[in-house]
């Protein structure tokens, strides 16, 4: 069960759409959606560059004036926040904080049960007109699910759990089941390998764990392709939504989440559970 959800917010089509999916999720929990917004305010006094004699005036008038322009801004994706909660009948809460957006969103998320962002983000829009990399610097540290959702919404009925075997898939799997107790969804379980008979008593317990949580529509599926293969060439356009492990949290130059979940990021059309 599904209790509280974190939808960070920026002014992006994919702010928009994590308004949009978690307001979805919220509707099958009849639970809590609140909105937040991120200033990160020495971000924009370091924008400012350095300060020439005798302009320390200016610097500050422009640095007020960036400020003021970005209080706006988040004024108004929370006042949009606001009327499409309100609109889709959902408990929701509007918040604002200040600092780094990826550090206040790991910090707020630790309360959270869901955290539902951007599979990009635009965070730092008061300073930087390009996508950021908070997703990854989130999913690095988080112990809260994340479902990172793409810019445009889709209603989710059929999801796919990229499963095999592993502790960080079954964790992911069993944070899904929270999620997925809301809802009817077709479900299908796809586990690779070259071991059918290990691969077919995997999949078995799976199933038994998500019919405990009432999911009934459940399709158990066997590949001897390679998973991201699988997911690229086969599987993946089936789905409204993947489910799948993280896998390593070393550095995030080497590897975040398995290859095939990096290929979905990269993808970044269809939404992605990310169980922690």
């Given at each position: 069960m599904i209790r509280r959800i974190l939808a960070p917010?920026?002014?992006?089509?994919?702010?928009?759409?994590?308004?949009?999916?978690a307001c979805f999720l919220a509707s099958g929990h009849r639970t809590e959606v609140t909105g937040v917004v991120v200033l990160d305010i020495p971000e924009i006094t370091k924008s400012v560059g350095p300060i020439a004699p005798g302009g320390m005036y200016w610097a500050k008038r422009f640095e007020a004036a960036?400020?003021?322009?970005?209080k706006e801004?988040?004024?108004?994706?929370?006042?949009e926040f606001k009327q499409l909660c309100s609109e889709?009948?959902?408990?929701?809460?509007?918040?604002e904080v200040q600092g780094s957006p990826s550090e206040q969103v790991l910090f707020e998320g630790t309360f959270y049960d869901l955290i539902v962002m951007g599979l990009r983000t635009h965070f730092h829009f008061e300073t930087d007109s390009r996508y950021?990399?908070?997703?990854?610097?989130?999913?690095?540290h988080s112990i809260?699910?994340?479902l990172a959702v793409p810019k445009k919404f889709k209603p989710i009925e059929k999801v796919l759990i990229a499963f095999d075997g592993s502790f960080p898939a079954a964790r992911a799997m069993k944070r899904f089941a929270h999620l997925a107790s809301g809802f009817n969804f077709e479900v299908n379980i796809l586990m690779a390998g070259s071991d059918e008979e290990t691969a077919q008593y995997y999949l078995n317990y799976a199933e038994k764990y998500l019919r405990s949580y009432n999911v009934k529509n459940i399709i158990k599926t066997y590949t001897e392709m390679d998973l991201r293969r699988a997911l690229?060439?086969?599987?993946?356009?089936?789905?409204?939504?993947?489910v799948t492990g993280l896998h390593s949290k070393h550095s995030i130059k080497e590897i975040i989440v398995g290859s095939h979940a990096k290929y979905l990021i990269r993808e970044g059309n269809k939404p992605l559970f990310i169980g922690q």
């Open positions: 917010l920026d002014p992006s089509l994919y702010g928009k759409s994590v308004i949009d999916y960036k400020i003021n322009d970005a801004h988040v004024e108004e994706m929370l006042s889709k009948n959902i408990r929701h809460v509007e918040a950021g990399d908070s997703l990854e610097k989130i999913i690095q809260t699910p994340i690229e060439e086969k599987y993946a356009d089936w789905a409204d939504l993947i």
